[in-house]
Nanobody, 117 residues
Framework: QVQLVESGGGLVQAGGSLRLSCAAS????????MGWYRQRPQKERELAAV???????VYRDSVKDRFTIVRDFANDTVHLQMNNLKPEDTGIYYC???????????WGQGTQVNVSS
């Protein structure tokens, strides 16, 4: 059974930082992309940052230069360092795993990120 356990969400003021972490178990994750999607209020779920099985990184344009994703292939973990957070980053952040970066097959329960202005 695939398990994705997220941690690190919370409330922060605009300009602040948060670090999200995800620990995965139940698969041979080296074959899969792994990363983070998010769902902002009244918006569809969207890719935030994902690392492919080959180590390529994809960021959403609006988070480039502010977010950094790091994947530990040896320990099946992925972290998202979020700096200079903006109120529009508020939402639920999901750890995801999938054979394709753009089509996650497995989702964590999500962790809430709130950025106040």
């Amino acid at each position: 059974q695939v398990q994705l356990v997220e941690s690190g969400g919370g409330l922060v003021q605009a300009g602040g930082s948060l670090r999200l972490s995800c620990a995965a178990s139940g698969l041979t994750f080296g074959r899969y992309a792994m990363g983070w999607y998010r769902q902002r209020p009244q918006k569809e779920r969207e890719l935030a940052a994902v690392v492919s099985a080959e180590g390529s990184i994809v960021y959403r344009d609006s988070v480039k230069d502010r977010f950094t994703i790091v994947r530990d292939f040896a320990n099946d973990t992925v972290h998202l360092q979020m700096n200079n957070l903006k109120p529009e980053d508020t939402g639920i952040y999901y750890c995801v795993v999938g054979l394709r970066v753009v089509a996650p097959e497995y989702w964590g329960q999500g962790t809430q990120v709130n950025v106040s202005s």
